[in-house]
C-alpha cells in the first residue's frame, strides 16, 4: 500500500486501544491520522477533523457498542461512505451494527483475532509476522490468545442448530429503530410548521379582503381562507401516519427483544420478514 492517509474514527472510551494500534501502524510506516495524534496545540477539533477526514484515501472505522451510539462516528462514516472513501471496518467489541455498516465486510477482533489481524496486514500490504506487536496490543479490549482458544472451544461445542451472534446482528439494530423514530418526529415538527404557515397566511388574506370594498366581500373572505387551508390538509394526514408509526416502533421495539431472547430458533425468512417490517414503517 501506497502513503495515502488514513483516518482514524472511534468512540472516545476505546481510545486507549485505538491510539496503541495506531501507534503500531505508524511505525510500520503506515501514514495514519488520528486525533489524538494529529491535532496540535491550539488547533480547533471540529475543522482538524473535518480537514483530516477530506484528504485521507481510507477510512479505519473501530466498532464497538460506544463506537455505533457515538453521533461524533456516525456523522463520520455517513461523510466516509458519502465521499466513497475505502473502509476499512474492525470490530473490537461484539454489538448490533447499524444496517449500513453491516453492508461492509469487517474484520473481526473478537471471535477469530488471527484471521481478522491477517485481513488487516493483507489490505495494509504488510507482512503477517508483523502482527505480533498488534496481538499484544488487543488485551486492551480483553481479547488474548486464551480467550481466542475459550471462544473457540465454546463454538466448537456449540449444537449445530444454534444460530451465531452475527445471525442476531442481521436483525435490524435498536439503534435503527431510535433513529427512524427521531425522522418521524423531525417529519411531524416540519408539517406542524406547514400548518401555522398556512393558518398565518389565511389570516393574513382574511386581514387584507376585508380591506376591500366588494359587493361579495364576506364570501370572499371565506372561499379565499378556505382555498388556502386545503394546504394543510396533506401535512396534517402526514402528522398522523408519522405518529401511527412512531407507536408502532415502539412495537417493533419490544418484539425485537423478544426475537433476540429465542435469537437461537431464527431463521432467515422470520429476519427478512422482522427487517421488511422495520422498512415498511420508516417509510411515508
Same mark, same amino acid.
Given at each position: 500500500?501506497?502513503?495515502?492517509?488514513?483516518?482514524?474514527? $472511534?468512540?472516545?472510551?476505546?481510545?486507549?486501544?485505538?491510539?496503541?494500534?495506531?501507534?503500531?501502524?505508524?511505525?510500520?510506516?503506515?501514514?495514519?491520522?488520528?486525533?489524538?495524534?494529529?491535532?496540535?496545540?491550539?488547533?480547533?477539533?471540529?475543522?482538524?477533523?473535518?480537514?483530516?477526514?477530506?484528504?485521507?484515501?481510507?477510512?479505519?472505522?473501530?466498532?464497538?457498542?460506544?463506537?455505533?451510539?457515538?453521533?461524533?462516528?456516525?456523522?463520520?462514516? !455517513?461523510?466516509?461512505?458519502?465521499?466513497?472513501?475505502?473502509?476499512?471496518?474492525?470490530?473490537?467489541?461484539?454489538? *448490533?451494527?447499524?444496517?449500513?455498516?453491516?453492508?461492509?465486510? $469487517?474484520?473481526?477482533? +473478537?471471535?477469530?483475532?488471527?484471521?481478522?489481524?491477517?485481513?488487516?496486514?493483507?489490505?495494509?500490504?504488510?507482512?503477517?509476522?508483523?502482527?505480533?506487536?498488534?496481538?499484544?496490543?488487543?488485551?486492551?479490549?480483553?481479547?488474548?490468545?486464551?480467550?481466542?482458544?475459550? +471462544?473457540?472451544?465454546?463454538?466448537?461445542?456449540?449444537?449445530?442448530? !444454534?444460530?451465531?451472534?452475527?445471525?442476531? *446482528?442481521?436483525?435490524?439494530?435498536?439503534?435503527?429503530?431510535?433513529?427512524?423514530?427521531?425522522? !418521524?418526529?423531525?417529519?411531524?415538527?416540519?408539517?406542524?410548521?406547514?400548518?401555522?404557515?398556512?393558518?398565518?397566511?389565511?389570516?393574513?388574506?382574511?386581514?387584507?379582503?376585508?380591506?376591500? *370594498?366588494?359587493?361579495?366581500?364576506?364570501?370572499?373572505?371565506?372561499?379565499?381562507?378556505?382555498?388556502?387551508?386545503?394546504?394543510?390538509?396533506?401535512?396534517?394526514?402526514?402528522?398522523?401516519?408519522?405518529?401511527?408509526?412512531?407507536?408502532?416502533?415502539?412495537?417493533?421495539?419490544?418484539?425485537?427483544?423478544?426475537?433476540?431472547?429465542?435469537?437461537?430458533?431464527?431463521?432467515? *425468512?422470520?429476519?427478512?420478514?422482522?427487517?421488511?417490517?422495520? +422498512?415498511? $414503517?420508516? +417509510?411515508?
Amino acid at each position: 500500500m501506497d502513503a495515502e492517509s488514513i483516518f482514524v474514527s $472511534y468512540s472516545s472510551k476505546d481510545k486507549s486501544f485505538a491510539l496503541e494500534f495506531v501507534k503500531e501502524l505508524q511505525r510500520l510506516g503506515i501514514n495514519v491520522w488520528i486525533d489524538q495524534l494529529g491535532i496540535q496545540l491550539g488547533d480547533n477539533w471540529d475543522n482538524a477533523i473535518e480537514e483530516a477526514l477530506e484528504k485521507s484515501n481510507t477510512f479505519l472505522l473501530f466498532i464497538s457498542p460506544t463506537a455505533v451510539a457515538s453521533q461524533n462516528v456516525q456523522d463520520e462514516v !455517513h461523510i466516509a461512505i458519502e465521499r466513497k472513501k475505502r473502509l476499512i471496518p474492525i470490530l473490537i467489541q461484539q454489538c *448490533d451494527m447499524p444496517m449500513r455498516w453491516q453492508r461492509f465486510q $469487517y474484520a473481526d477482533l +473478537t471471535k477469530d483475532p488471527n484471521k481478522g489481524l491477517q485481513s488487516i496486514m493483507e489490505f495494509l500490504g504488510l507482512e503477517e509476522t508483523a502482527n505480533q506487536k498488534l496481538k499484544e496490543i488487543l488485551s486492551l479490549i480483553g481479547v488474548s490468545e486464551e480467550s481466542e482458544k475459550e +471462544t473457540a472451544n465454546a463454538i466448537e461445542a456449540k449444537p449445530s442448530n !444454534h444460530l451465531e451472534q452475527p445471525e442476531a *446482528d442481521l436483525l435490524i439494530s435498536e439503534t435503527e429503530i431510535n433513529c427512524a423514530t427521531v425522522i !418521524h418526529k423531525r417529519g411531524i415538527k416540519k408539517n406542524m410548521q406547514l400548518i401555522i404557515f398556512v393558518a398565518v397566511l389565511s389570516t393574513i388574506l382574511a386581514l387584507l379582503l376585508s380591506f376591500l *370594498d366588494l359587493e361579495m366581500q364576506k364570501w370572499s373572505i371565506i372561499i379565499g381562507c378556505l382555498s388556502i387551508n386545503l394546504l394543510s390538509i396533506r401535512p396534517f394526514g402526514g402528522i398522523k401516519k408519522r405518529e401511527r408509526k412512531i407507536d408502532l416502533m415502539g412495537l417493533l421495539k419490544l418484539k425485537r427483544d423478544r426475537l433476540i431472547r429465542v435469537v437461537n430458533r431464527l431463521d432467515d *425468512d422470520e429476519i427478512n420478514l422482522f427487517n421488511e417490517e422495520f +422498512t415498511n $414503517y420508516i +417509510t411515508i
